[in-house]
C-alpha cells in the first residue's frame, strides 16, 4: 500500500470514529477518479473501455450524468444517466415497496365467561373485523371470583366463537388456562398482504364510484326522506298532535254541564 493510499484511508477512519459516515451514494461525473473506466449508454449498450476524459466528453455531449454503477469492477463501469430522474425513481421504488410490506399484528379481545348475548354479538364483529384486515386475535376470558371453578364455561365460549368465525379464521392456539384468565389465538386465512390489496381495490372503487355519480350523495341530501322517516308536520302514528287534547276537553265540558242541569 502507497503512503497516499494509507493516508486517505487513515484520514478516513478517523473521520468515521469522530462520528462521520461514508457515503452510500455512488460518484458522479468529477467526483470520479480513475484514468479509464468501462462505460455502458444510455440505452445500455455497451462502448467499452474508454478515458475518463473521453466519458465525461460524452456525457457533456448527451446531457447526462457519468454515474460509476460498479466501483469494485476493474476497470469500474460506469453509465451515461439522468442521475435525478434516477434517484427518483429509486426512491418510488422504494416506497412502493415499504407501502407493500406487511406487519403482522396480534389484536387482543377480552371476554367475561356470562357474556351478554349483544355483548358477545358486538366482541365477535370486532374479531371478525380483525380477520378480515388479515391479523392474528388473541381471545382472553376473564375469571373472576367463583368463576375461577367453571372453566369449562371459558372453553364452551372459545369454542363457540371459533365456530363463528372459521370462515375467517382458524384456531392457531388451543385454549389454555393462564392463571385466572383462559387464552386462545386465532389466525386469519388471507394474508395480511392479501388483506391489503383487497382492502385498496375496495377503496379505488368507492372512488371511482363517487367520481361517477357525483351528485348521488347531494340528492339524498336535499330532501329525501328514508324509510320509516317522519316528514316536518306529520304526525307519527299514536302521537297527538298539539292542540288536540285541550279540543277534546272543551267538548266534553257542555256535555258535563248538560248532565248537571
Known amino acids: 500500500m502507497s503512503s497516499e493510499t494509507y493516508a486517505a484511508v487513515r484520514q478516513t477512519a478517523v473521520w468515521c470514529y469522530r462520528g462521520g459516515s461514508i457515503s452510500t451514494e455512488p460518484r458522479i461525473n468529477d467526483r470520479i477518479r480513475v484514468p479509464e473506466v468501462r462505460l455502458v449508454g444510455p440505452s445500455g449498450e455497451q462502448v467499452g473501455i474508454v478515458p475518463l476524459a473521453k466519458a465525461l466528453e460524452l456525457a457533456q455531449e448527451y446531457d447526462l450524468d457519468l454515474v460509476e454503477v460498479a466501483a469494485s469492477a476493474r476497470p469500474p463501469v460506469c453509465k451515461l444517466m439522468d442521475y435525478g430522474k434516477f434517484k427518483y425513481e ?4 422504494a416506497r412502493e415497496a415499504r407501502k407493500n410490506q406487511a406487519h403482522t399484528v396480534i389484536k387482543e379481545m377480552k371476554l367475561r365467561p356470562k357474556i351478554d348475548p349483544h355483548d358477545y354479538d358486538t366482541k365477535k364483529g370486532h374479531v371478525v373485523r380483525f380477520l378480515k384486515q388479515g391479523d392474528k386475535v388473541k381471545i382472553t376470558i376473564m375469571f373472576r371470583g367463583r368463576e375461577q371453578s367453571r372453566p369449562e364455561l371459558g372453553y364452551r365460549l372459545l369454542q363457540r366463537l371459533a365456530s363463528d368465525v372459521e370462515d375467517l379464521g382458524f384456531v392457531e392456539s388451543n385454549p ?3 392463571g385466572r384468565n383462559m387464552i386462545m389465538v386465532l389466525g386469519p386465512h388471507k394474508k395480511k398482504t392479501e388483506a391489503m390489496a383487497e382492502a385498496r381495490e375496495a377503496q379505488a372503487a368507492r372512488k371511482a364510484e363517487a367520481k361517477a355519480n357525483p351528485g348521488r350523495s347531494q340528492n339524498a341530501a336535499d330532501g329525501e326522506i328514508a324509510e320509516g322517516e317522519i316528514a316536518e308536520g306529520e304526525i307519527a302514528e ?3 298532535a298539539e292542540g288536540e287534547t285541550f279540543e ?3 267538548a266534553e265540558a257542555p256535555a258535563e254541564a248538560s248532565a248537571e242541569a
Do not use: C, H, L
Not at 90 to 93: D, L, T
Open 90 to 93: 429509486s426512491a418510488m421504488k
Open 248 to 250: 277534546a276537553e272543551t
Open 238 to 240: 299514536g302521537e297527538i
Open 176 to 178: 389454555k388456562q393462564d
